[in-house]
């Protein structure tokens, strides 16, 4: 059985950091892709960043510069950097897995962007 668990949300000021962690489980997890999207309130869920088995990485543009996504194979682990925050980062954020014809997701974690 995969599951994820995501921690590291929370409520921040804008300019502040957070780290987003997802710790899998169930998957090899050194072969998937592994990936961060976010959803706001209505609107689609859209990539915030993503990073390969071979640790090339992807960045939507809205958080190109200021997020890092990064995966420690050893503790089946992907993070997610996030620096000089904005209310418009505000979502759920959900931590994913790809490969093998399959996507796999978390449950979610909140990260609010308010003054």
């Known amino acids: 059985q995969v599951q994820f668990v995501e921690s590291g949300g929370g409520l921040v000021q804008p300019g502040g950091s957070l780290r987003l962690s997802c710790a899998a489980s169930?998957?090899?997890?050194?072969?998937?892709?592994m990936g961060w999207y976010r959803q706001a309130p209505g609107k689609q869920r859209e990539l915030v960043a993503a990073i390969t088995s071979g640790d090339r990485t992807n960045y939507g543009d809205s958080v190109k510069g200021r997020f890092t996504i990064s995966r420690d194979n050893a503790k089946k682990t992907v993070y997610l950097q996030m620096n000089k925050l904005e209310p418009e980062d505000t979502a759920v954020y959900y931590c994913s897995a790809g490969g093998y014809g399959r996507t796999y997701w978390g449950q979610g974690t909140q990260v609010t962007v308010s003054s």
């Open positions: 169930g998957i090899t997890f050194s072969f998937y892709a």
